[in-house]
């Protein structure tokens, strides 16, 4: 019996061929995914490698499938250009911190050189010269930086106490070398690897101290007094000054019997300074003539301006007295003209009027010769004047209060491009890489560790946005470029695999 056909039926077996096309396809895409999702990648954590499949896509995704602990420093790279892809290599090197010493000025150095020849390496690789680095090891016992193997290629030439030996298996840390040369080192000696030559130098240097006494002159000062008893203008020295004596004492840091630096410790005053002592006498007193300007607007008579002073006491003519009317004194001036005789002894007594006028001159010119007592004040500001003189002093401690946690604080251009040749090396950035890493930064910021964008508000020499991003490799990232590098190395591999195509990018886009 034949099927009979119906609508139901129709779309019954039209929604199974759905299903099965789509299930048929799911298939397909994971077998797909599963043969090319998974990967065989091989990876190498300081020295020990492993071989293994994963289906991570990201770098950073194996390690975290792998549970491998990677730190800021830590110097993580793959054959690809940050993503994971089949018959990749990826490489974890843990970082150590030591310290090298770039031109003279000393930093920590975050490094996962297995020698320190191989660390001066990493800078001569990118042209800096071998004899512009040093690295310091304070301490030739430490596991990481003492411990460190000087040479793995060769021999080791050594400097101490004014000899030169030559250690002819260099593959040893500087404790092992210096105590097979019978070499002992005193707390504060310093051990230091470098290059001469293809040479590769561990040179020892002694450190002593000493104190040192040095007497100091305490220049004196001038004070001014007024005596009247000097004619107005005149001055003399009453009393001649003397210099005084203090003693420093410095305490002197000797490296190999040379004085390096010194620091004062002691300071007391041997001698007082005795000051000068200089009297003047009184400023000039000029005497008006004819009534211009006198005390009191008259003369020595007292009758000569009077009748300019409107109130007609000093007319000429006694008669024109009475008719300023009943006033007692007006009446008896004219009845007793022989009586005007005690005028004139009348006169001398109302005539203190000027004689106080000169003597209440200079009684009151103590103005002025306060004045001159008051004038200390130009003879002690040169005493007062060491605020000026601190202000230098105090200056450049100012910028030391970032530099208390700053390995590369605020150098110039070509000091951060130094540090940056050796820690770009780490990462095998060598060669056209180093070249591209250059030019990326000098468009970015022409290496200044203090470049901002106003606009974005990028900052510092790989432009991080925003800034703050770089404190995860240091807290002082706004004025340290070792931070800054640090950082911008580690974004570059992350996100690029390589400055080569860092530059490829921000040549075709911009930015990076």
Not at 62 to 88: A, I
Not at 132 to 156: A, F, H, K, S
Not at 164 to 171: C, D, F
């Amino acid at each position: 019996m034949t099927k009979r056909w119906s609508p139901k039926r129709t779309v019954t077996l039209r929604r199974i061929r759905v299903m099965t096309c789509v299930v048929a396809l799911v298939l397909a895409s994971c077998l797909t995914f599963a043969l090319t999702a998974r990967k065989s990648v091989a990876l190498d954590v300081n020295g020990d490698t492993r071989y293994l499949t994963t289906y991570a896509t990201t770098v950073s995704g194996l390690l975290r499938e792998q549970h491998v602990d990677v730190k800021t420093h830590d110097v993580v790279k793959n054959t690809g250009d940050g993503t994971l892809v089949d018959n990749d290599v990826v490489t974890v090197k843990s970082a150590y911190q030591t310290t090298i010493t770039i031109d003279g000025q000393q930093m920590p150095f975050w490094t996962v050189a297995e020698s320190a020849d191989q660390l001066l390496d990493f800078f001569e690789q990118n042209e800096v010269a071998a004899s512009r680095v040093r690295v310091d090891i304070t301490n030739v016992y430490n596991q990481l930086t003492g411990g460190m193997v000087i040479n793995t290629d060769g021999p080791v030439t050594v400097i101490a106490d004014g000899k030169t030996s030559v250690a002819p298996n260099g593959k040893l840390p500087a404790a092992s070398i210096l105590d097979a040369k019978g070499i002992t080192l005193g707390k504060d000696d310093r051990v230091s690897v470098q290059k001469e030559d293809s040479k590769t130098i561990l040179r020892v240097q002694r450190v002593t101290y000493g104190d040192e006494t040095q007497t100091v002159v305490i220049p004196y000062t001038t004070r001014t007094v007024q005596d009247d008893s000097l004619e107005p203008g005149t001055s003399r020295v009453s009393m001649a000054g003397e210099n005084g004596e203090k003693q420093i004492t410095y305490r002197v840091t000797y490296v190999d019997g040379v004085p390096e630096t010194k620091t004062k410790t002691d300071e007391v005053v041997t001698k007082a300074a005795l000051d000068e002592v200089v009297t003047v006498g009184p400023e000039k007193v000029e005497v008006p003539s004819d009534g211009d300007g006198g005390n009191g607007g008259g003369d020595d008579d007292g009758t000569k301006d009077g009748a300019d002073d409107g109130t007609g006491a000093g007319a000429d003519t006694p008669g024109e007295q009475p008719s300023d009317g009943p006033s007692d004194e007006p009446t008896h001036e004219p009845t007793a003209e022989p009586t005007q005789a005690p005028e004139p002894t009348q006169t001398p007594t109302q005539e203190p009027e000027p004689t106080q006028t000169p003597t209440q001159t200079p009684t009151q010119q103590p103005k002025p010769t306060q004045q001159p007592t008051q004038q200390p004040k130009p003879t002690q500001q040169p005493t007062q004047q060491p605020k000026p003189t601190q202000q230098p002093t105090q200056q450049p401690q100012q910028p030391s209060a970032p530099a208390e946690n700053c390995r590369l604080c605020r150098p110039s251009a070509a000091a951060a491009q130094a540090y940056a040749a050796g820690a770009a090396a780490q990462y095998g950035w060598t060669g056209q890489n180093w070249s591209d890493l250059v030019k990326l930064w000098n468009r970015e910021s022409g290496w200044r560790w203090n470049a901002e964008n106003p606009y974005s508000g990028a900052y510092g020499i790989p432009q991080s946005l925003p800034g703050n991003k770089m404190a995860a490799f240091g807290s002082n990232w706004k004025h340290d470029a070792a931070v800054q590098i640090d950082w911008g190395l580690s974004y570059i591999s992350g996100c690029y695999g390589s400055p080569m195509k860092a530059w490829e990018h921000s040549e075709r886009v911009g930015w990076y």
